[in-house]
């Protein structure tokens, strides 16, 4: 079955330092996303991305946070300068239309650690 | 604005114990309800989607309804294994286009043999 990848499992980074999550969504999908979950707290949209450009962000995705589709097969999540508060498991998703019935696939996550 | 409230937090049931998991929703144009399962560590995994008031979607013990104001997950005869975090999750009109979803705090399903 086709799946979201996400590369690392667990970052660790000192605070003020930029970080890099990566993705790779399901080959034939479209639409690119990612969400949050601080720890004990609700799964959160950041973003989402289609045909490489933002179609929706939050109000979390301030001017610290970037995406990029750097080639075919990548999606990516930049903090320019992370703070504590960014702590979060980081989830990207996909789907083959922004209204799929089916859902949206997640990855298994990056462990965001600011220190 | 949109919100979703999930009920219980948790939820322990002994094997074969059946139950239901509660998901109330305020939304501007129902554009779709989800569920999925989260296990530890884990990213959430699509179980189902439900458009109008009325509709149910079985998956082996799972069956999903939608009323108007709430969606419920019926767990028949649970298994230690269907033991996970059930979130819910809605997409309103204006994020047809752009798949946003609003998720709840989901309810965390405890399974005992």
């Known amino acids: 079955e086709p799946e979201v990848t996400q590369t690392p499992s667990h970052q660790v980074t000192q605070m003020g330092q930029e970080v890099i999550l990566r993705c790779v969504p399901i080959s034939n999908h479209l639409y690119f996303y990612w969400y949050r979950q601080i720890l004990g707290q609700k799964v959160e949209f950041l973003v989402s991305?289609?045909?490489?450009?933002?179609?929706?962000k939050s109000e979390i995705f301030d001017d610290q946070f970037s995406v990029e589709r750097p080639d075919g097969s990548n999606f990516t999540l930049k903090i320019r300068s992370t703070k504590l508060e960014d702590s979060a498991m980081y989830f990207c998703?996909?789907?083959?239309?922004?209204?799929?019935?089916?859902?949206?696939?997640f990855g298994s996550g990056t462990r965001l650690t600011v220190v | 604005e949109d919100q979703v409230t999930q009920s219980p937090e948790a939820l322990r049931l002994q094997e074969g114990e059946s139950s239901s998991l509660n998901c109330s929703y305020t939304v501007s144009g129902l554009r779709g309800l989800f569920w999925y399962r989260q296990d530890p560590g884990k990213g959430p995994e699509f179980l189902f989607t439900l458009y109008s008031a009325g509709e149910e979607k079985e998956k082996e013990r799972l069956k999903a309804t939608l009323t108007k104001k709430e969606s419920f997950l019926h767990i028949t005869a649970p298994k230690p294994e269907d033991s996970a975090t059930y979130l819910c999750?809605?997409?309103?009109?204006?994020?047809?286009?752009?798949?946003?979803?609003?998720f709840g705090q989901g309810t965390t399903l405890q399974v005992k043999p």
């Open positions: 999750a809605v997409r309103d009109h204006g994020s047809s286009n752009t798949g946003k979803l609003i």
């Open positions: 998703a996909s789907s083959p239309q922004s209204d799929s019935t089916y859902g949206y696939t």
């Open positions: 991305f289609y045909n490489n450009e933002i179609s929706e």
